[in-house]
């Protein structure tokens, strides 16, 4: 049996992130005119959060059906966004989803109040707020000194979703929208070079993923943690290519004349 969400709550889903695709990192508008002047196209969907039926992805058993029918166990996304989320449930955690849910939301309202101050900054200002999400450990120091890969890896989720949305989500959990996304970068060559940014922090992402499933490091010490990794050449990966987004980015800093970030090693190999 599904316990599929009742329209009312449909609805309510799709209108509390002014039916946008939760994904932060998509954002696709999922409603319009249809041609027939008393219909409107939809192709959001309410999809659960924990999943609807017995064999579906994140079930809980220990919910009841009317919880998980509930607003409170859905979230409103596009439909291929609703395919990823089902097709790699590690990734697409419950904890992730909710966190979608709460930044999508945050985001509508701030996309409402947006059009009384709307203003246009231009690329130089929005380069400086990119440039300011790299400006943080999680960027400058070699990997096995990262006190904790959970947080490098929230920190690096967190700069795709800036890159993405001009959001930026601070370390108490609040949401800032301090600017555009990329997409309104209108130097083209620059706009690339951050497309190209966001790619290799998605490939840094999945690494890591595979890096602890596979058990690619291991920590010692207490307070603050060190880490092993096993694969030399992996660890010298996560420190190479986070020098190379920040050459990258450099390059832009240059072009407009900005001071860039420069990636912190400490030893030398050789
Ligand atoms: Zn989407």
Redesign the pocket.
């Given at each position: 049996m599904r316990d599929d969400f009742p329209k009312k709550i449909k609805e309510l889903l799709a209108n509390r992130v002014g039916c946008k695709?939760s994904?932060p990192s998509?954002r696709?508008s999922t409603r319009g005119a249809a041609v027939e002047k008393t219909d409107f196209i939809n192709i959001g969907v309410a999809s659960h959060i924990t999943a609807a039926s017995e064999d579906g992805p994140r079930y809980d058993e220990n919910m009841t059906a009317e919880e998980r029918k509930s607003f409170e166990n859905g979230i409103w996304?596009?439909q291929?966004?609703s395919k990823l989320i089902d097709s790699d449930v590690k990734r697409y955690t419950i904890d992730t989803l909710k966190t979608w849910k709460d930044i999508s939301e945050r985001m509508a309202v701030l996309d409402l109040e947006e059009t009384v101050v709307s203003k246009r900054d231009g690329d130089k200002e929005l380069i400086k707020f990119f440039v300011q999400c790299f400006d943080r450990p999680a960027f400058q120091d070699e990997i096995h000194q990262e006190g904790s890969m959970e947080d490098f890896d929230k920190a690096i989720e967190d700069t795709i979703i800036a890159l993405n949305t001009g959001v930026l989500r601070t370390r108490d959990g609040s949401i800032i929208k301090e600017s555009e996304g990329k997409s309104a970068v209108e130097n083209l060559e620059w706009r690339e070079k951050l497309d190209t940014i966001c790619d290799m922090l998605v490939a840094l992402r999945k690494r890591l993923k595979l890096a602890k499933e596979t058990g690619a490091y291991s920590t010692y010490g207490e307070g603050t943690i060190m880490y092993i990794f096993y694969d030399k050449e992996l660890e010298m990966w996560f420190d190479s290519t986070r020098e190379e987004i920040l050459k990258i980015l450099s390059v832009i800093c240059e072009d407009i004349g900005v001071e860039g970030l420069r990636f912190r090693r400490k030893r030398y190999r050789w």
């Amino acid at each position: 049996m599904r316990d599929d969400f009742p329209k009312k709550i449909k609805e309510l889903l799709a209108n509390r992130v002014g039916c946008k695709c939760s994904n932060p990192s998509c954002r696709k508008s999922t409603r319009g005119a249809a041609v027939e002047k008393t219909d409107f196209i939809n192709i959001g969907v309410a999809s659960h959060i924990t999943a609807a039926s017995e064999d579906g992805p994140r079930y809980d058993e220990n919910m009841t059906a009317e919880e998980r029918k509930s607003f409170e166990n859905g979230i409103w996304l596009c439909q291929s966004c609703s395919k990823l989320i089902d097709s790699d449930v590690k990734r697409y955690t419950i904890d992730t989803l909710k966190t979608w849910k709460d930044i999508s939301e945050r985001m509508a309202v701030l996309d409402l109040e947006e059009t009384v101050v709307s203003k246009r900054d231009g690329d130089k200002e929005l380069i400086k707020f990119f440039v300011q999400c790299f400006d943080r450990p999680a960027f400058q120091d070699e990997i096995h000194q990262e006190g904790s890969m959970e947080d490098f890896d929230k920190a690096i989720e967190d700069t795709i979703i800036a890159l993405n949305t001009g959001v930026l989500r601070t370390r108490d959990g609040s949401i800032i929208k301090e600017s555009e996304g990329k997409s309104a970068v209108e130097n083209l060559e620059w706009r690339e070079k951050l497309d190209t940014i966001c790619d290799m922090l998605v490939a840094l992402r999945k690494r890591l993923k595979l890096a602890k499933e596979t058990g690619a490091y291991s920590t010692y010490g207490e307070g603050t943690i060190m880490y092993i990794f096993y694969d030399k050449e992996l660890e010298m990966w996560f420190d190479s290519t986070r020098e190379e987004i920040l050459k990258i980015l450099s390059v832009i800093c240059e072009d407009i004349g900005v001071e860039g970030l420069r990636f912190r090693r400490k030893r030398y190999r050789w």
